[in-house]
Nanobody, 127 residues
Framework: QVQLVESGGGLVQAGGSLRLSCAAS????????MAWFRQAPGKEREFVAG????????YNSAFVKGRFTMSRDNAKNTVYLVMNSLKPEDTAVYYC????????????????????WGQGTQVTVSS
């Protein structure tokens, strides 16, 4: 079992920045590929970014375009998502997810691949 708790969401103006954190407990954190997803009202949950177990590889969705940076600190059992140049279309609930079964350097982009989820944190970007 892995428990995930996100924090850092909030209301920000367009062009602003936020840093999301996801603290993990339970199963050995470094055994999990980690990812951030987001879900806007009326839309499907979509992949934002993922990071391999050791943090040596990161995969970002196309819409990130250098604006978001994902990282992990296995010593602190935490992953981060730094979001810069935020746009109103980035408004969504952001979820942290853990994939406990992924091969070592694989990052899946489909929600069904992830077996543990946090409760989500709301990010609202005003224009």
């Amino acid at each position: 079992q892995v428990q995930l708790v996100e924090s850092g969401g909030g209301l920000v103006q367009a062009g602003g920045s936020l840093r999301l954190s996801c603290a993990a407990s339970g199963r050995t954190f470094s055994d999990n590929t980690m990812a951030w997803f987001r879900q806007a009202p009326g839309k499907e949950r979509e992949f934002v970014a993922g990071i391999t177990r050791a943090g040596n590889s990161i995969y970002n969705s196309a819409f990130v375009k250098g604006r978001f940076t994902m990282s992990r600190d296995n010593a602190k059992n935490t992953v981060y998502l730094v979001m810069n140049s935020l746009k109103p279309e980035d408004t969504a609930v952001y979820y942290c997810a853990a994939d406990s079964t992924s091969p070592y350097n694989r990052i899946d982009t489909f929600p069904r691949a992830y077996d543990y989820w946090g409760q989500g944190t709301q990010v609202t970007v005003s224009s």
